[in-house]
């Protein structure tokens, strides 16, 4: 079943790619599911790969774009900016950045979508000027953006905080060796692309090392990037003076593949997750493994079943390759089904337990104990009407619907289109029972 088509930035803001998209789902509990369901790209790659086509005036194609809200986001600012951009389809699109209209990525867009910050390194790279607006807090913690400012300064930008925005202006910039002081994806990202163009060499130290990483070193070294060791620990850069256009896929979405795989577990019979890329699922597949998953994994597909025995297993989230904190509360509405006591530890934000007390509502026995959540299972779950706060926490949301007594209304699925691809329609196919209402 092919149910992407085709949509722009403009296509309207609910998850829509198909018209009468409303905002809330009803799922009734106790389906099983069977089939097969396509993994989409990756959100988190396709956001700095669109970001990347600033850093050339030449044409960039994008293959297997996911129909998410944060990408058509992304498209809007590029547009903002002065990209011709044209429409996806069939998950592709083209965007030429010849020259720029405006240095900014304005309020509007960055508060609904915080990596539209990743067109900071690029800007500043290509033109010597950005302004950004900061993005603020979040749901799930405060997430700063100094490390992306730390690096660009250190690389010769000034950079300032006016009204809300970070202005930031430079000559050309120059290479630098940065080591960061904890890891983070999009300022390895932003310092990433802005090293690109720079004078020099760059040398990024506890550089984060999440497979969207290496996705876009690999897009960058394709337009003429020299970049070596991305997806280790140290990323080296050489700057060379212009980059070129490039076609470019994005790799699979290794949350979405978990998120199915979860819901395998949960009420799978047969249920085959096709166009993955299981060696990046490994912390996520290790894991499920030791609860008692059952799953198979064959080339690019993997298959995956209810667990007979499922048994509680403490986890702790990690960058990667720890298990990623993406997937944290889809493994906690698992862990309200194992056997026994499971210790889930989130150690990179600090507020993102914010689907507990959602599923508490559900039934689900949860304790929070500062930054470990303690959950005890097997325990019965009943439909109810809850609240989507953020995105991974909507979709630990509708797994536990899934297996709940009855009928779940998911509120503000906002949430859950910014990085899932027609949920509810995936779901459909495999036999749940879920509708979009409003
Ligand atoms: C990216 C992902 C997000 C994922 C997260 C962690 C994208 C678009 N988003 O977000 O889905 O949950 O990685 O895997 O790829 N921090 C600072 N200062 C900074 C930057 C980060 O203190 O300048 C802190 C954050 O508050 C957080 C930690 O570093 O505690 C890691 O965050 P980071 O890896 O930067 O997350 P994002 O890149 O925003």
Redesign the pocket.
Known sequence: MKVWGKYSSTTPDHGAIIPGIVDKLKITGGARLNGTVQIGGA??AA??ALAAVLLTDKPVELQNLPGVR?VRTMLRVLEQLGASVRPVEDRCSGVHVKRLASFEAPYDLVKTM??S??VLGPLLARYGRARVSLPGGCA???????????GLRQMGAEVSLEHGYVEASSQRLRGIHFNFP????????NLMMAATLAEGTTVLGNA?Q?P?IRDLAEMLISMGAQIEGAGKDEITITGVTELGGTSHEVIPDR?EAGTYLVAGALAGEALELVGCRPDDLEPVLQQLRQTGVPIVVEGKSIRVEKAQHLEARDLRTA??PGF???MQAQYMALMTQAQGTSLITET???RRFMHVGELQRMGADIRIDGHTSVVVGPGRLTGAQVMATD??ASASLVLAALVADGVTVLDRVYHLDR?YEFMEKKLCALGAQVERIR
């Open positions: 959100k988190n956001l700095p944060d915080r990596a910050v990743l799930i913690g405060e997430r700063p953006i100094n490390l992306h400012l730390d904890i890891k983070s994806v999009t300022a390895t990202e984060a999440e969207e949350i960058p990667h990623p904190t993406d990179i934000f600090e995105l991974r990085g």
